[in-house]
């Protein structure tokens, strides 16, 4: 070492440098600081250790496992406003289907397209498959709703053609909905009409469509 030489070591009141030592004293010496060493180590490890320790014990609890299933529940229920309204709007449709009145028929399509925009714009549900399935029904009434307005903004098609458009539309968007309640453990969809074969509304009542 640069400065051994002044190092000094107290002992029964003489004052002695490194090298006036013995060797066994020396030894003694370094054996003394490494223990001295090894306790301070030992202590700085207790002293954090525990600390953190008790930090892991006291710390904030991990976030509780979410409950999908009321989760889902409490999504679904929050739909009830919009699936009426479509399952009203589908419902005036088959009837105006049904019954071969076209005059009813077109506000009935406008009823349900503006059902459909307020169903597309519901929260998302939780779930992907509840997710997919909610949106592809909401799909399949847009689809309905664009071909029946489709008997009355001149698009040249067949009555018959767009009205089986409809209908089948109809069919897989309640199809779809009906499976949803179902996978989620729910009522089955109430107000929605039955379904049934395409009918013909007469050219008179569908003003400016092709007869079919």
């Known amino acids: 070492m640069a400065r051994r030489n002044h190092d000094l070591l107290v002992r029964n009141n003489d004052v002695r440098t490194w090298d006036e030592l013995s060797r066994q004293e020396r030894r003694t010496g370094i054996t003394v600081l490494a223990t001295i060493g090894i306790v301070a180590v030992a202590a ?16 904030a609890a991990p976030p509780p496992t979410l409950d999908v299933a009321a989760e ?91 009205l089986a458009r409809t209908t089948t539309a109809l069919d897989t968007a309640d199809g779809l909905w009906t499976r949803l309640a179902a996978d989620l453990g729910q009522p089955a969809p109430t107000g929605l009409a039955p379904t049934g074969p395409a009918q013909a509304v007469p050219a008179p009542s569908v003003p400016g469509a092709p007869a079919s």
Do not use: H, I, M
């Open 44 to 59: 700085v490890w207790f002293l954090v250790g525990g600390e953190t320790s008790v930090e892991a014990e006291t710390g």
């Open 72 to 162: 889902l529940d409490a999504w679904y229920g929050s739909t009830a406003a919009a699936r009426a309204e479509v399952a009203a709007a589908v419902a005036g449709v088959r009837t105006a289907v049904a019954a071969n009145d076209g005059r009813a028929l077109q506000p009935a399509c406008a009823v349900l397209g503006a059902a459909v925009r307020d169903a597309a714009g519901v929260a998302e549900a939780p779930v992907d498959g509840a997710r997919k399935t909610w949106t592809d029904g909401v799909a399949a009434y847009g689809g309905a709703a664009q071909a029946c307005g489709n008997l009355f903004d001149g698009t040249r098609e067949p009555v018959g053609t767009l």
